[in-house]
Nanobody, 118 residues
Framework: VQLVESGGGSVQAGGSLRLSCAAS????????MAWFRQAPGKEREGVAF???????TYADSVKGRFTISKDNAKNTLYLQMNSLKPEDTAMYYC?????????????WGQGTQVTVSS
């Protein structure tokens, strides 16, 4: 299984980015996947979660600004990030579970850097 993130970069505050996570050896249909981020000196935090093909939840810090989605035909997970703030600066990772009832995410990508300047 391989998860490969892309779409990170540098943007000014208020701008937008869309992250992609292409999965190989893993079918995204009906799977539970997520986006996490980790800023320097901080713990990794979950920012957006998708359960199967329907429901999503978000960290309070990104609610209303970020949207997680999947394109099962492309086996790809996305994170649309709008109204970006400097505090969104972090390495962003996608993660996937083998089965949704597992407590831990089993597969992780290598990360893509997002830098938001004020």
């Amino acid at each position: 299984v391989q998860l490969v993130e892309s779409g990170g970069g540098s943007v000014q505050a208020g701008g937008s980015l869309r992250l992609s996570c292409a999965a190989s050896g893993y079918t995204t249909t009906n799977r539970c996947m997520a986006w996490f981020r980790q800023a320097p000196g901080k713990e990794r935090e979950g920012v957006a979660f998708i359960f199967g093909d329907r429901s999503q939840t978000y960290a309070d810090s990104v609610k209303g600004r970020f949207t997680i989605s999947k394109d099962n035909a492309k086996n790809t997970l996305y994170l649309q990030m709008n109204s970006l703030k400097p505090e969104d600066t972090a390495m962003y990772y996608c993660a996937a579970k083998i089965l949704c009832y597992y407590s831990q995410y089993n597969y992780w990508g290598q990360g893509t850097q997002v830098t938001v300047s004020s």
